[in-house]
């Protein structure tokens, strides 16, 4: 199975940008656990660029252990259940289901 951060750098190859044209925003994916790690994404000029760490101004942050997140990434755990638990938080629900299918997310 792939690891968290494996499954989060997968987005910047699934990205369609067509989905959002003219986007310009900053997500940051903060993951604990061994398998994750900090991340930021970036979508920009019709580009989705994923870097470790954390930079830039996010207009969503997402919180989550690796294993949620792989879990909700493969399909095993339901996303909104996992928000409605608590076990995925994410700052700007808004921002994040505007990105959710360019992402391949759903």
């Known amino acids: 199975m792939q690891t968290a951060k494996e499954l989060l750098k997968s987005v910047e190859g699934q990205f369609d940008p067509s989905k959002v044209p003219g986007a310009d925003t900053v997500f ?11 991340f930021t994404v970036v979508v920009k000029n019709d580009k989705c660029i994923i870097t ?3 930079s830039g101004d996010p207009k969503c942050t997402i919180k989550s ?6 879990n909700v990434m ?4 339901n996303p909104t259940m996992a928000v409605m638990g608590g076990k995925l938080r994410i ?10 299918k360019p992402f391949g997310l759903i």
Do not use: P
């Not at 700052?91 to 289901?97: F, L, P």
């Open 91 to 100: 700052s700007n629900i808004g921002e994040m289901m505007k990105f959710a």
């Open 74 to 77: 493969t399909g095993k755990m």
């Open 52 to 54: 470790e760490g954390l």
């Open 28 to 38: 940051h994916f903060v993951l604990s656990g061994d398998k994750g790690g900090d």
């Open 65 to 70: 252990t690796d294993e949620v997140f792989e």
